[in-house]
């Protein structure tokens, strides 16, 4: 699998619709990457301001679709994609904090957690995360 641009903060506040045409915009922390990456923050963003729970039959439809274009027995490869994606999206977190003046970093350590707590369970409890 190549590497690709890899959004990093695909979420429906950054998709918008115009006539029939969807746009992704806030390409801020896009990257070349792996392109299973990509889901890592849209799984978060639908388990915590969507609501879906972690077993909800949404997140395989969605994985699904979106690994259609590639063809078919890659979901393995896309569970290990999104474990390592969760830790690169926790480091690129980490950067961020470290440009923050000190006293906006309490505030910022509230997602930094949430971030950094799912990407350990992605490794220590393989059945928390729907990817």
Same mark, same amino acid.
């Given at each position: 699998?190549? /590497?690709?641009?890899?959004?990093?903060?695909?979420?429906?506040?950054?998709?918008?619709?115009?006539?029939?045409?969807?746009?992704?915009?806030? +390409?801020?922390?896009?990257? !070349?990457?792996?392109?299973?990456?990509? =889901?890592?923050?849209?799984?978060?963003? =639908?388990? /915590?301001?969507?609501?879906?729970?972690?077993?909800?039959? +949404?997140?395989?439809?969605?994985?699904?679709?979106?690994?259609?274009? +590639?063809?078919?027995?890659?979901?393995?490869?896309?569970?290990?994609?999104?474990?390592?994606?969760?830790?690169?999206?926790?480091?690129? +977190?980490?950067?961020?904090?470290?440009?923050?003046?000190? /006293?906006?970093?309490? /505030?910022?350590?509230?997602? =930094?957690? !949430?971030?950094?707590?799912?990407? !350990?369970?992605? !490794?220590?409890?393989?059945?928390?995360?729907?990817?």
């Amino acid at each position: 699998m190549p /590497e690709t641009v890899q959004h990093d903060d695909l979420h429906m506040a950054n998709v918008y619709k115009r006539g029939e045409r969807l746009r992704l915009l806030d +390409w801020g922390d896009s990257s !070349i990457s792996h392109p299973f990456a990509s =889901l890592v923050v849209t799984f978060r963003f =639908l388990e /915590e301001i969507n609501k879906l729970p972690p077993g909800d039959a +949404w997140f395989s439809r969605l994985r699904d679709a979106y690994l259609e274009p +590639w063809g078919s027995g890659l979901t393995q490869a896309f569970r290990l994609a999104a474990r390592i994606g969760a830790f690169a999206h926790t480091f690129a +977190w980490m950067r961020q904090r470290d440009a923050l003046p000190e /006293e906006a970093r309490p /505030e910022f350590d509230t997602g =930094l957690t !949430i971030v950094l707590r799912r990407a !350990i369970a992605q !490794i220590r409890d393989q059945d928390v995360c729907p990817l």
